[in-house]
């Protein structure tokens, strides 16, 4: 008797056989979705569901809840994602059992819930680029359900600016015997650009309205307040300028979209022009279309795209990655690579920080998810390529050791206000994520950025230079020593404050020769969601829920 | 609402020769100071009138603090708080004291 090495295989073409009853070649009408999907998946799949931050396969996810739930059950979704309520109502309705995932943004408070309730098998939260590892070790998907704008009759797939997780998803699953299940907006002869060749794609969904985007990187800078402008300032003359950084990532809150707008006036005053912030790893963000205009900028590649920022993107392409059709090409995983390896500081905002300095957006109700920050924001330990800023920063870390034994450090910088909305203090003395992991008997708290890869934490108070304490005794007061009026800066050790001050750990506005009331919204290259437009030569489309002339 | 008040010695006699000035708004999350040159040169009086209750022990470091670095013998302030954050009730006390220091015309 002889013994089979591709039962999975064969397995495959079976289904293969039995969804293509329902299609003409490899086109499926939307209308035939779901009985697609009862002929490909079987009950306890592992099921990749593409959505993340942005895009969403939405007609597939539709279409997987209407699904006979006799056919297709107890699914293990693995998916970036959990962002449309179909994906938490596919756990009420018993089509899917367990959840693998990495964010949950508008979903966050329901995913709390029904975790807690015992409705959802909670595998683990992941950042992306552990998830994506995760495709080609042990969650390698069955099925794949993804987006794309259009398709061929062969399955050549053209994503679009968006193309974000689809081809890492569709890798792990298409080689590995699985089936991959693209919803696309349009049937065309020829696409623009082949982003997915059409052997790795069973079937094609003609999906009857575009797949929803969410402008979740446009920050409007008429919001943008003083203290942010002030925290701004103190990062760029403070971190920016000594370390000289010029290969970095940004988040996404208010504080990072001010020093983006900063660039072009008050870093122009500094004469930093070439010397910092020529390269990134970033979504297209609208805030930084006047850094651009002004020569700032030399490179940047992005996670995915922005919504409005096509046109601008396509006109720019010395800067922006794009394809031979024009338009912007972005890909999460490489781009989480991108951050992780070649750049020399993360800075970001957050909800809450310890004394330890570790930072979590987690708050009791609400489980988020990590997304790309954890690996933005963490020294990659594998790093062996030197550069200034990373040398400088293993310097400041560790004198002692010898130059050419002694690591590097990449830059971790966590920027905030003391307090933040509704007057919630940012420094707290425990995480609210261990209460949760101690409600939901989590092996883990969900930290978003460990206290010992961060190395700066910036607020209208001041820097401190955690690279620089010596012993945790140090690190404590150091955070303290920035905290404000909160409870944790109030608690600080005067004596020891001002020890901290003398040696540079911690620097307070006047010590950097920065009058807090310079901290002037005239500062802003740009003032409204309008001036952006203008900066860019009518080339930016913001969103409806942007444009307020 | 929550009446406070805080009376502290100033190290010297706040800059300038103007009598009065007014700034900030009163809406959610902001503030409204308003400078008077009323005091002996060594005093400073802050009065506030706050929305917010329950954080007066947040005003007194605040207040305390901003009265160490500008030194603004001689004012007293008047605050209508509509919630404020600690950084901005700083920020508008020292554009308070700055706009003082602007000679009268």
Redesign the interface.
């Known amino acids: 008797m002889t013994t089979s090495w591709q039962h999975r295989r064969e397995a495959r073409n079976a289904r293969i056989e039995a969804g293509a009853k329902l299609a003409r070649g490899k086109i499926v009408e939307a209308r035939d979705a779901s009985s697609l999907m009862e002929a490909v998946i079987r009950p306890g799949d592992r099921v990749c569901l593409e959505g993340d931050n942005q895009k969403q396969a939405d007609v597939l996810s539709a279409a997987l809840l209407a699904v006979d739930r006799s056919k297709v059950s107890d699914l293990h979704m693995v998916q970036s994602g959990v962002v449309l309520p179909e994906h938490l109502d596919l756990y009420d309705h018993g089509v899917a059992k367990k959840l693998d995932f990495a964010y949950s943004g508008p979903q966050s408070a329901r995913i709390a819930t029904m975790l807690f309730g015992g409705r959802i098998e909670l595998g683990a939260v992941h950042t992306y680029l552990e998830l994506f590892a995760r495709y080609f070790i042990d969650l390698t998907p069955n099925v794949a359900l993804i987006a794309a704008v259009s398709a061929d009759r062969d399955g050549n797939l053209y994503t679009g600016p968006n193309t974000e997780d689809t081809p890492t998803i569709v890798e792990a699953t298409a080689f590995k015997d699985g089936i991959v299940i693209a919803q696309v907006n349009e049937i065309v002869d020829k696409v623009p650009r082949v982003d997915i060749p059409g052997d790795r794609v069973q079937f094609v969904v003609k999906a009857d309205k575009p797949f929803f985007v969410e402008p979740l990187f446009t920050r409007d800078p008429a919001a943008i ?3 942010q402008i002030l925290t701004a300032m103190l990062a760029i003359k403070g971190v920016y300028a000594p370390y000289g950084v010029r290969r970095l990532n940004h988040g996404i809150g208010f504080n990072t979209a001010a020093i983006e707008l900063l660039l072009p006036t008050y870093g122009e005053n500094l004469g930093l022009k070439g010397k910092v912030a020529t390269h990134f790893a970033l979504n297209p963000h609208p805030a930084l279309i006047p850094a651009i205009e002004s020569g700032w900028v030399e490179q940047i590649h992005s996670f995915g795209s922005e919504v409005g920022m096509d046109d601008y993107i396509r006109a720019r392409s010395d800067i922006f990655f794009t394809g031979p059709d024009g338009s912007l090409r972005s890909n999460r995983a490489f781009c989480q690579v991108a951050g992780l390896y070649a750049c020399d500081m993360f800075i970001g905002s957050t909800l809450q920080i310890d004394l330890q300095g570790n930072s979590s957006t987690v708050t009791t109700s609400r489980i988020a998810g990590f997304g790309g920050a954890p690996n933005m924001g963490a020294d990659a330990r594998g790093r062996r390529h030197p550069s200034e800023p990373w040398l400088q920063a293993g310097r400041e870390a560790d004198p002692e050791t010898s130059a050419l034994l002694r690591r590097g450090r990449k830059l971790v910088v966590q920027i905030g ?3 933040g909305d509704k ?1 919630a203090p940012l420094f707290v003395e425990e995480l609210d994520a261990l209460a949760l992991a101690k409600k939901l008997n989590l092996e883990l708290a969900p930290v978003m950025i460990y206290g010992d890869d961060v190395t700066h934490i910036i607020t ?1 108070e001041g820097i401190a230079n955690l690279l620089l304490c010596r012993d945790a005794d140090e690190r404590e007061q150091a955070i303290r020593g920035v905290a ?2 909160t409870e944790v800066g ?1 608690g600080r050790d005067k004596t020891m404050f001002q020890r901290l001050r003398e040696r540079g750990v911690i620097r307070r506005p006047e010590d950097l020769g920065i009058d ?2 310079d ?1 002037d919204r005239r500062m802003l290259a740009a003032r409204s969601i309008k001036d952006l437009v203008r900066w860019s030569g009518g080339l930016y489309a913001p969103p409806p829920q942007f444009r307020n002339w | 609402m929550e009446d406070l008040s805080f009376s502290h010695k100033a190290r010297q006699r706040a800059v300038g020769t103007k009598n009065m000035a007014i700034i900030g708004v009163v809406a959610s999350g902001n503030l409204e100071v308003l400078a008077e040159r009323v005091l002996p040169d060594t005093e400073c009086l802050v009065e506030i009138k706050t929305a917010a209750e329950g954080f007066g022990d947040v005003w007194d470091a605040v207040v305390a603090d901003f009265v160490e670095r500008t030194s603004p013998g001689g004012l007293k302030f008047s605050i209508n708080d509509g919630g404020a954050r600690p950084d901005t009730v700083s920020l508008r006390l020292a554009q308070a004291v700055r706009l003082m220091e602007e000679d009268d015309q």
């Open positions: 307040t003083e203290t206000e003391t307090f007057n209208e404000g009026y109030r807090p009331l901290a």
